[in-house]
């Protein structure tokens, strides 16, 4: 016996069966290249905001963003999305149809630090912007808020440069707080009021943006009240 294959088994392998076996594995190989290219490319944008963070920090004595999530989207999220938009599930697609493989979630205080810290990002020179969704500017109809931005960056292995995509999230700690529970709800929305429900939630993230701008705007008559004093 080798493992749960008998010798007889064996036997029966016909070439056919080999060839296809080695496809297989082959593809298996790239699929785990491409994802360690992901992964990779994904930690060289952390770190460039945690480099950000610790010189804004230093500098303000405050930290632009309060937390950092990163995520490779996981292979059967990767399947679903490649059927969803009916392509084959080769590694060729992959790259070039999905831009969220490798996603960075950045929680800032206040909105402000949203847009600082994406022109600081965008603004690299080794960094490509691709796309720019600013649903804080033009929300979602379901009342969704955030700053995605599509980026390309370079990483560098041993013979070759390959740039890869990244998705970056800025969302303010409200936003946050939105968008957690409602995508907790989401699926609970096949329930006779529906319709009142979403309703419901994109009033309830009105109201959260309102409390976002204010309290920017309390962090702004501090800031000023400080440089006064420092006058
Ligand atoms: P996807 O196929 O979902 O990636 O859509 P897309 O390519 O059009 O990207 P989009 O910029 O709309 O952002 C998708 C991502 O933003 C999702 O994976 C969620 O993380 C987030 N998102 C977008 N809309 C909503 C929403 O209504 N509610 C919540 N909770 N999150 C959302
Ligand atoms: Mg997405």
């Given at each position: 016996m080798l493992g749960n294959i008998s010798l007889s088994d064996l036997k029966s392998i016909s070439q056919e069966d080999i060839e296809q076996l080695l496809r297989i594995t082959d593809q298996i190989q790239d699929f785990q290249e491409l994802m360690m290219k992901y992964e990779c490319a994904m930690y060289e944008i952390k770190t460039k905001l945690d480099v950000l963070n610790k010189e804004l920090s230093l500098r303000n004595n405050r930290n632009p963003f309060e937390s950092i999530k990163t995520r490779i989207k996981a292979p059967i999220s990767l399947f679903e999305k490649m059927q969803r938009k009916g392509l084959p599930f080769t590694v060729d697609n992959i790259k070039d149809n999905i831009s969220d493989v490798a996603g960075i979630r950045v929680i800032c205080s206040f909105i402000d630090d949203i847009y600082m810290l994406a022109d600081c990002l965008k603004e690299q020179d080794d960094v490509r912007l691709v796309e720019i969704k600013d649903y804080i500017e033009n929300p979602k109809p379901s009342g969704y808020r955030s700053l995605h931005l599509i980026l390309e960056i370079p990483i560098f292995l041993t013979h070759d440069k390959e740039y890869m995509t990244v998705e970056v999230q800025f969302r303010t700690i409200a936003m946050d707080f939105w968008a957690s529970l409602e995508h907790k709800m989401k699926?609970?929305?096949?329930?006779?009021d529906a319709e009142m429900i979403t309703e419901d939630l994109c009033f309830s993230a009105d109201m959260i943006n309102q409390i976002d701008r204010r309290m920017q705007q309390i962090r702004e008559r501090i800031d000023a009240g400080r440089i006064q004093e420092d006058a």
């Amino acid at each position: 016996m080798l493992g749960n294959i008998s010798l007889s088994d064996l036997k029966s392998i016909s070439q056919e069966d080999i060839e296809q076996l080695l496809r297989i594995t082959d593809q298996i190989q790239d699929f785990q290249e491409l994802m360690m290219k992901y992964e990779c490319a994904m930690y060289e944008i952390k770190t460039k905001l945690d480099v950000l963070n610790k010189e804004l920090s230093l500098r303000n004595n405050r930290n632009p963003f309060e937390s950092i999530k990163t995520r490779i989207k996981a292979p059967i999220s990767l399947f679903e999305k490649m059927q969803r938009k009916g392509l084959p599930f080769t590694v060729d697609n992959i790259k070039d149809n999905i831009s969220d493989v490798a996603g960075i979630r950045v929680i800032c205080s206040f909105i402000d630090d949203i847009y600082m810290l994406a022109d600081c990002l965008k603004e690299q020179d080794d960094v490509r912007l691709v796309e720019i969704k600013d649903y804080i500017e033009n929300p979602k109809p379901s009342g969704y808020r955030s700053l995605h931005l599509i980026l390309e960056i370079p990483i560098f292995l041993t013979h070759d440069k390959e740039y890869m995509t990244v998705e970056v999230q800025f969302r303010t700690i409200a936003m946050d707080f939105w968008a957690s529970l409602e995508h907790k709800m989401k699926y609970k929305k096949d329930i006779q009021d529906a319709e009142m429900i979403t309703e419901d939630l994109c009033f309830s993230a009105d109201m959260i943006n309102q409390i976002d701008r204010r309290m920017q705007q309390i962090r702004e008559r501090i800031d000023a009240g400080r440089i006064q004093e420092d006058a």
